[in-house]
């Protein structure tokens, strides 16, 4: 049996820090969802029609959520340890972006205001330059 398992055993070990080669990682994904979140909150305020006004409502509830999707898969599988021990205020950032997305109080995918869209956008180009300062230095 051992000389199976030796036979068996791997030869080479490789580690990588993600689960895709990287590059796959960018908030842009995040920011085009919440651009449009911002733009579907403005045809909402400049249009009247009840019909027209619960499909915009469905849709950008669609595109908060993916921005929250994104948002999350960068926090929890691009960021690592060393960035957050660079950067600790990437953990309050995330928390409050996924939050500006979401469908609580002051939330994104609640509100029909494009200010809080904007303010979503504002979150997102923060964490951005994080991203890009980390992948430089990577």
Request: hydrophobic share 40%; proline share 7%; net charge neutral.
């Amino acid at each position: 049996m051992r000389m199976f398992a030796r036979i068996l055993r791997p030869r080479l070990e490789a580690t990588a820090h993600c689960d895709l080669p990287c590059g796959v990682y960018d908030p842009a994904q995040a920011r085009i969802e919440a651009e449009s979140v911002k733009a579907i909150q403005e045809k909402y305020q400049a249009n009247e029609d009840p019909e027209f006004r619960t499909r915009a409502l469905e849709i950008k509830e669609q595109r908060a959520d993916l921005v929250k999707h994104h948002l999350w898969v960068l926090w929890t599988d691009y960021f690592k340890p060393p960035h957050f021990e660079k950067y600790p205020e990437l953990h309050e950032l995330f928390n409050k972006a996924t939050k500006k997305a979401g469908g609580g109080p002051g939330g994104a995918k609640a509100s029909t205001d494009p200010a809080t869209g904007q303010e979503l956008l504002d979150l997102i180009a923060q964490i951005d330059k994080i991203f890009w300062e980390t992948k430089a230095a990577a």
